[in-house]
T-cell receptor
């Protein structure tokens, strides 16, 4: 149980393109999802917390207009990297919480990540 | 920074040996979690230990928590080549809403 699907797994596109990444909870409803960015051999950097039906909460230093997050249903959150540039190339990972309650008091269920490469 | 720190950064052992990874953190926590990440994949939750617990087991995994030293350890017994991965500790801080991930330990188990 608690399967999270992330799509696509890899994207290669030209600079200036906008790229949408989907994160779906397949067998549960997720009120809260998280979006992370990970650089090679480094830890996860939280970009934003996505709550169904409300605006995402972005971490300090993350551009809201650059990284658009939509969580329109209890099973789907999307991250759109707008006008992507080479410096946006990275590994993006989403996660979802199975239950309610405090964010930090329960395990997160992760998707398999999206490798984004901007040429 | 509230980020936990894992030690060592990298660990190479032979199959069958035990692997121990340590995590230190800075402020009071509600719980501490350990995750595994295979190369190029997402993270998989391994175990959660609450601040009022001292030790927890799951199969070949043993996690300890010492809140007085603000540290935790993950022991993998009788390691296998399939255990090769990066291991991250993640802390839920008292009064906080986020889970903070450490820098990770890269474990390589040689067959």
């Amino acid at each position: 149980g608690a399967v999270v699907s992330q799509h696509p797994s890899r994207v290669i596109c030209k600079s200036g393109t906008s790229v949408k990444i989907e994160c779906r909870s397949l067998d549960f409803q997720a009120t809260t999802m998280f979006w992370y960015r990970q650089f090679p051999k480094q830890s996860l950097m939280l970009m934003a917390t996505s709550n169904e039906g409300s605006k995402a909460t972005y971490e300090q230093g993350v551009e809201k207009d650059k990284f658009l997050i939509n969580h329109a249903s209890l099973t789907l959150s999307t991250l759109t990297v707008t006008s992507a540039h080479p410096e946006d190339s990275s590994f993006y990972i989403c996660s979802a919480l199975l239950g309610g309650g405090g964010y930090s008091n329960q395990p997160q269920h992760f998707g398999d990540g999206t490798r984004l490469s901007i040429l | 920074s509230q980020q936990g720190e894992e030690d060592p950064q990298a660990l190479s052992i032979q199959e069958g040996e035990n692997a121990t990874m340590n995590c230190s953190y800075k402020t009071s926590i509600n719980n501490l979690q350990w995750y595994r990440q295979n190369s190029g994949r997402g993270l998989v939750h391994l175990i959660l230990i609450r601040s009022n617990e001292r030790e927890k087991h799951s199969g070949r995994l043993r996690v300890t928590l010492d809140t007085s030293k603000k540290s935790s350890s993950l022991l993998i017994t009788a390691s296998r080549a399939a255990d090769t991965a990066s291991y991250f500790c993640a802390t839920g801080y008292t009064g906080g809403f986020k889970t903070i991930f450490g820098a990770g330990t890269r474990l390589f188990v040689k067959a």
